[in-house]
């Protein structure tokens, strides 16, 4: 079965700082997409960032970017130039294609520090 | 508007109660799923329906309900609630040819006592 594991329960970074949350998944499956979401006090469920898994290039959304290492299943998420509105709980998580279920991480709490 | 609706978006309630939580969505999207989310858990899948005709069991179905009204409609239902689903709940919607991403509405807070 397909886990998603995010190792840390909490982060904190000084505003304007790079941060990078880590995210590990375990599948046999060559095709399938791998997402983060954040979600800030709001409790909105917000899409932050999508890769494909037969994409190369790690994709990239202005401040957010990701570092996929397929053969190692690593997904990870950095975040340049944190800004205050960044503070949220992030989630990594699993789609193999043609399915229809996305498989969450437990998620990463993220402060930022003013 | 939000493309994505739930309501209510806070319930509180007595265990033995049953409640239904409703969903609609304006996308025009074919897939419609619910979600709970528990701290330090994640979101788990409960149920999802690809259209009105076809519902499916999710990960953790048990002691909920769900009917698809219409295309824009999925309603979940808690028959006899306990404590133990106290949670958040949310809806998200994907379109059938681009169903890699998914939609969510605003969440519902639901406690029961």
């Known amino acids: 079965a397909q886990t998603v594991t995010q190792s840390q329960p909490e982060m904190s970074v000084q505003e304007a700082e790079t941060v990078t949350l880590s995210c590990t998944y375990d599948?046999?499956?060559?095709?399938?997409?791998l997402f983060w979401y954040k979600q800030p006090p709001s409790r909105q469920m917000i899409l932050v960032i999508r890769q494909e898994a037969y994409k190369q290039q790690n994709a990239t959304e202005n401040r957010f970017s990701v570092n996929f290492q397929k053969a190692a299943k690593s997904f990870s998420l950095k975040i340049s130039d944190s800004q205050l509105g960044d503070a949220a709980m992030y989630f990594c998580?699993?789609?193999?294609?043609?399915?229809?279920?996305?498989?969450f991480g437990k998620g990463t709490r993220l402060h930022i520090l003013p | 508007d939000a493309d994505v609706t739930q309501t209510p978006r806070n319930r509180i309630t007595k265990t033995g109660k049953r409640i239904m939580l409703e969903c609609s969505q304006t996308k025009g999207h074919d897939r419609m799923y619910w979600y709970r989310q528990d701290p330090g858990l994640g979101l788990r899948l409960i149920y999802y329906s690809f259209d009105v005709k076809d519902i499916n069991k999710g990960e953790i179905s048990d002691g909920y309900s769900v009917s698809r009204q219409a295309q824009a409609k999925f309603s979940l239902s808690l028959e006899s609630a306990i404590p133990n689903q106290t949670a958040l709940y949310f809806c998200?919607?994907?379109?059938?040819?681009?169903?890699?991403?998914?939609?969510f509405g605003p969440g519902t807070r639901l406690t029961v006592l």
């Open positions: 998580a699993y789609k193999k294609a043609g399915d229809d279920k996305i498989i």
């Open positions: 998200a919607t994907s379109d059938a040819q681009f169903y890699n991403e998914q939609f």
């Open positions: 599948t046999s499956e060559s095709d399938y997409y």
